[in-house]
């Protein structure tokens, strides 16, 4: 029995499910909330809409957190929308930053509405967040406004953050030099351009860095933040909601693991734009130990 024979149209119905919720997620620069219905006699009260610039179920009160994450041009869509559903249960304000407020592409398609822009962002973040996608990152990489961002917001974020390749915009923004850091399988090791230590983990953390691997690591790096941030108990609580218990249906998901062909056969389809993203890591590095060698 075939992969396809064994999971007909309701395997198929669930994806598409899937991501029609993550557009619902990442398509507003705002969120509507319901307020209460009044009395049965009386009119229904209007619903509350969140100010322009935050998203998801924001908290309140002093210890409310403000998280920023990154969007960008040919991002990859789960690597934001894996994070930002553990994300929206944890009290906080999410602002999805980008220099404008036009809508970014992803590499399924579906576009993203930022809701914050750069120079409108909050200083002194709890969580300051990088997806990947290697095209899209390669630019970013080499994005004089990305970099500036990042390097301010990173000085004073609680924690600095990413998953799959985001890792390198982190890196090229000077923000791993010295830490432990994961990224995606077939990019890991350029992070010793920025003189970042790469790690095979699903999650890193070293100290107040906290990086996942490939993609679908950002769930595991959303539920590992919020246990730092909330504690264990409201972790667990957030992963029972979205019922995170894996069990794929194959064990190709690591280059350890998967089988011989598969792993090559990825590999070579992959290699183009894993050496486009080596050369720009190798220059950057190269830059960024210059300009500290320079004062």
């Keep these: 029995m075939t992969f396809e024979s064994a999971h007909p149209t309701g395997h198929t119905a669930g994806r598409r499910h899937f991501l029609q919720s993550a557009v619902a997620l990442g398509m507003g620069g705002y969120m509507m909330a319901q307020a209460p219905a009044s009395a049965a006699s009386g009119p229904a009260t ?15 009160g002093p210890d409310r957190l403000k998280i920023a994450m990154l969007v960008f041009p040919k991002m990859v869509m789960q690597d934001l929308i894996g994070p930002l559903t553990v994300f929206n249960q944890i009290g906080a304000e999410i602002h999805l930053v980008w220099k404008s407020l036009d809508p970014v592409s992803t590499e399924v398609g579906i576009p993203v509405t930022p809701s914050t822009r750069f120079e409108d962002c909050p200083d002194a973040l709890d969580v300051l967040f990088s997806p990947g996608g290697l095209e899209g990152t390669i630019d970013a ?3 004089p406004d990305v970099i500036a961002f990042l390097r301010h917001q990173g000085q004073t974020a609680r924690y600095v953050t990413s998953d799959c390749t985001g890792s ?9 030099e010295g830490y432990k850091a994961a990224s995606h399988w077939t990019v890991r090791d350029q992070l010793s351009h920025f003189g970042a230590i790469p790690m095979a983990n699903r999650v890193v953390q070293d100290r107040n860095r906290l990086t996942g691997g490939g993609v679908t690591a950002g769930i595991d790096f959303g539920l590992t933040l919020a246990a730092l941030l909330r504690g264990q108990e409201r972790a667990e609580s957030i992963q029972l909601t979205i019922e995170y218990a894996p069990e794929p249906p194959f064990n190709a998901g690591r280059p350890e693991t998967a ?37």
């Design 259 to 295: 089988p011989p062909a598969v792993y090559q056969g990825v590999k070579s389809r992959r290699t183009p734009v894993v050496e486009r993203a080596r050369a720009v890591s190798a220059r950057i590095g190269s830059d960024l130990a210059k300009a500290k060698v320079a004062g």
């Design 46 to 60: 209007q619903p509350k809409i969140v100010p322009p610039g935050t998203l998801g179920i924001a908290g309140r």
């Design 141 to 143: 990489m080499q994005d």
């Design 168 to 176: 390198l915009i982190l890196g090229a923004a000077g923000l791993l």
